[in-house]
């Protein structure tokens, strides 16, 4: 499952009081929204219950997601992957996660694009690139492990990609220290 996750406060001011942008957004596409009741707790908070237990759980973007939400999640959902689209998040809205937040948790962490309707490009590089422009704390060895390991078993396919294994095919990129130049080997 995946699912985009507090990528703008109107999200969760919507869950929160049930005013803001997002009710304006469904009145100009004619949604009734009468039915929905807000909740007085954030987004996550509302609906991550709703999933199974065991179920994986990608949230993807995470933007105004609170330490408190974080803590929530992690504690309910065993299988809880966080999607960070730094690209996309600066073009979208100009903000980024608190990303230090994520690993003060200990979050499982792991590297999206979105979509080319909210990013320049599909390039894992020029994520990893952005958050290291903006968070140069964090180490090399970290990130690639969220572009690479991360990734592959939150996506389930880390049987046969996401690090070097016997057995195992991963693709190889060849990357200049900056992130900014990268060439596809395999």
Known sequence: MTIHNQETEDENILF?????????????????????????????????????????????????????????GQKLAAQLYWCFCPNANLYITGQLPHVDSFIKQNCTIVLGTDSLASNHQ???TAEIKTIRDHFPLID????????????????????????????KKPGVVLCDPTFTESKRLL
Do not use: C
């Not at 009741?37 to 993807?60: N, R, W």
């Open 140 to 167: 090399t060895e970290q990130l690639l492990k969220w572009a690479t390991s991360n990734g592959a078993r939150s996506l389930q396919v880390d049987n046969i990609a996401g690090s070097f294994e016997k057995g």
């Open 16 to 72: 929160l009081t049930k005013q803001g942008e997002f009710l304006k957004f469904y009145e100009a596409f004619n949604i009734n929204s009468s039915f929905f009741q807000a909740s007085g707790k954030t987004s996550l908070q509302t609906y991550l219950s709703k999933f199974l237990p065991d179920q994986q759980v990608i949230m993807v973007h995470n933007v105004h997601t609170s330490e408190e939400d974080i803590y929530y």
């Open 122 to 124: 599909l390039s894992i």
